[in-house]
């Protein structure tokens, strides 16, 4: 997820946004079938190749309509040395698969691009691969995150349905078939046009849904899969609340600690949770204003996203910095409300793999009620929340929850997770790991954020053994935590 180093913006929860009005990648013409891609160099980096796979609407409906997904690939460096093609997926659901190729230049690249093809992709309905559509001005307009009485809830079921209508109309016979089961078909097709006879994959965060599903339906074409920061998808409404909840009050805990241990944390020396308390109080009163903004109100929910954003990095040092202004700062007059406004098609895709029902206004109460004993600081997850309304009256899920049943697979999967993760929970990880029986191995980060790669030499190092060569960490291994978070140590 894209984000400045400051964390001063209300984050977009249900994912990054993906803009789907950039240049034109060469290659756009369809491939024609799903069993050739179409490489030209992209425009925005000549050093990379942009092409682009045709592959069905409806994957039931195999010679029925069609959509060009638009992929990116960086050549391994050393060509004698080559293993393959390693695809790389990011997360949201909704991160640009082109994009993050096209900017990155981490470890992970500069590592495995030696011996590897880095392949990225755009899921369909996403970015250049089929945007879905909706109206702007609709987007706009969303009722806020969370209801607080029944008019409100069933104004949210009003607009859902609108939006859902429009988007459905705009985009065309896509919008009914983003979930990740068809685009689990869509990556097996990338796969055969790569000539690849097995998958050599990574995703990170909700693209380890992508990849947990692949290996439930072809356990035998997998090479290599690394499952980055891990998302359980047999959680119902209740145990995806409650597990969410209890994540990011984990990571509240772990930044309280930090500040009344570190001197430059610019909360040192005062009660971090009855700050945060305070400012909950004025968020609701209306009297602060987003430190991104001064023209809107931070309203109560943008002020525990900020913080939950803040946990990611982490960025603690920074989100100490903007907390203590905001607690320094007079009471402001109310302004308008913080905008919302979200690319939709993320919402398409996370309501097409959940199923997350609730009945009416007293039973979402309930539900806020228990996850604030669960989270007494943080109250809720904003992820959570907010997937669980924007999906309210939304049919049932084309690919709903269930647990995994891999069994198998040609190479057992490699998962990594941080102990103390906001947004993809430790408790998940070892709920999939335990679905996955014998079909897997969890390594583990003791520390802190979300996405691991890059955060250790430990970590890096048994991912690319594991990718290069199949070999495994010991069942149970573990990574120590960095000392203190870079981005902290960077600004102290």
Same mark, same amino acid.
């Given at each position: ?67 060009? %997904?638009?992929?990116? @690939? &960086?050549?391994?460096? *050393?060509?004698? +040395? #080559?293993? /393959?093609? !390693?695809? $790389? ?67 949210? %079921?009003?607009?859902? @349905? &609108?939006?859902?209508? *429009?988007?459905? +109309? #705009?985009? /065309?016979? !896509?919008? $009914? ?14 796969r055969a046009a790569l000539g ?60 309280? +600690? ?86 939709? +098609? ?145 600004k102290a």
């Amino acid at each position: 997820m894209k984000r400045r180093a400051i964390v001063v913006a209300v984050a977009l929860v249900a994912a990054s946004a993906v803009s789907g009005s950039g240049a034109v990648l060469p290659g756009s013409a369809s491939a024609g079938t799903a069993s050739a891609i179409d490489w030209a160099p992209c425009e925005e980096d000549v050093t990379a190749e942009c092409g682009t796979l045709s592959v069905p609407v409806d994957w039931t409906r195999p010679r029925g309509p069609k959509i060009d %997904l638009a992929l990116i @690939r &960086r050549h391994a460096t *050393d060509p004698a +040395a #080559r293993l /393959g093609s !390693l695809i $790389d997926a990011p997360g949201g659901p909704g991160d640009s698969g082109v994009d993050s190729v096209l900017a990155d230049r981490s470890r992970f690249i500069t590592d495995l691009n030696r011996r590897f093809d880095i392949v990225g992709y755009d899921a369909r309905g996403i970015g250049r691969s089929h945007p879905v559509m909706c109206s702007a001005d609709l987007l706009a307009h969303e009722p806020p995150p969370v209801p607080t009485g029944q008019a409100d809830f069933d104004a949210r %079921l009003v607009y859902n @349905r &609108r939006l859902r209508e *429009d988007c459905r +109309a #705009r985009t /065309g016979p !896509l919008f $009914d078939h983003v979930d990740t089961l068809s685009g689990v078909r869509d990556l097996d097709a990338i796969r055969a046009a790569l000539g690849e006879d097995a998958l050599t994959f990574r995703g990170r965060s909700y693209g380890t849904l992508l990849g947990a599903q692949y290996a439930e339906r072809y356990p035998r074409r997998i090479r290599a899969m690394v499952l980055d920061s891990v998302t359980d998808h047999s959680l119902g409404t209740r145990s995806n609340l409650d597990t969410q909840a209890a994540n990011v009050q984990d990571s509240f805990n772990e930044f309280a +600690a930090w500040c009344t241990r570190t001197s430059t944390c610019a909360l040192h020396g005062r009660d971090i949770r009855t700050v945060f308390a305070d400012l909950r109080l004025r968020a609701e009163r209306g009297e602060l204003r987003h430190p991104d903004d001064p023209q809107t109100t931070l309203t109560p929910f943008s002020l525990i996203d900020l913080a939950e954003q803040g946990f990611r990095g982490p960025y603690w040092a920074e989100l100490a910095q903007v907390l203590a202004t905001l607690a320094a700062g007079p009471p402001s007059a109310a302004a308008a409300p913080a905008s919302r406004t979200i690319p939709y +098609a993320p919402l398409a895709i996370f309501c097409s793999d959940y199923g997350l029902p609730v009945r009416d206004y007293r039973e979402y109460a309930a539900h806020l009620r228990r996850t604030a004993r669960i989270a007494p600081d943080m109250r809720y997850s904003t992820f959570a929340v907010y997937g669980i309304t924007a999906c309210l009256g939304a049919p049932a899920p084309v690919n709903p929850q269930h647990r995994l049943k891999v069994r198998g697979s040609a190479t057992p999967l490699l998962l990594i997770n941080a102990r103390h993760d906001p947004a993809t929970g430790y408790s998940w990880a070892t709920g999939i790991a335990k679905q996955l029986r014998g079909e897997a191995v969890l390594l583990t980060y003791r520390g802190w954020g979300h996405i691991v790669y890059g955060r250790s030499a430990c970590i890096d190092n048994a991912v690319n053994r594991y990718l290069q060569t199949q070999t495994l960490p010991a069942s149970g291994s573990a990574c120590p935590a960095v000392p203190r978070p870079p981005q902290a140590a960077a600004k102290a």
